[in-house]
Nanobody, 123 residues
């Protein structure tokens, strides 16, 4: 079992930056691909970014490319999502997720989910 706890969400003005973190416990994350999903009110949950277990390959949703950066520190069992140039459309609950790394990261089928952290971008 992998337990995931997100932190770092909050309220920020449009154009600002925020970094959300996800701390894992239970197992070492090195064999797990990690993903960040988000869900806005009235919208479907969507994959925003993902990263392989060794951190060598990433995936980003088109609308966040160039603005968001996902990284991981396996020694700390933690992953991060740095969000720059935030837009009101980025407002959502952001969820950290994990799945055994089989090379596929751009998928909705992640096994473990955190409780989510709210990110609100004001215009």
């Amino acid at each position: 079992q992998v337990q995931l706890v997100e932190s770092g969400g909050g309220l920020v003005q449009a154009g600002g930056s925020l970094r959300v973190s996800c701390a894992a416990s239970g197992r070492s994350l090195i064999t797990y691909a990690m993903g960040w999903f988000r869900q806005a009110p009235g919208k479907e949950r969507e994959l925003v970014a993902a990263i392989t277990g060794n951190g060598r390959r990433t995936y980003y949703k088109d609308s966040v490319k160039g603005r968001f950066t996902m990284s991981r520190d396996n020694a700390k069992n933690t992953v991060y999502l740095q969000m720059n140039s935030l837009e009101p459309e980025d407002t959502a609950v952001y969820y950290c997720t994990a799945r055994v790394d089989n090379g596929i990261i751009a998928t909705s089928t992640y096994t473990y989910w955190g409780q989510g952290t709210q990110v609100t971008v004001s215009s």
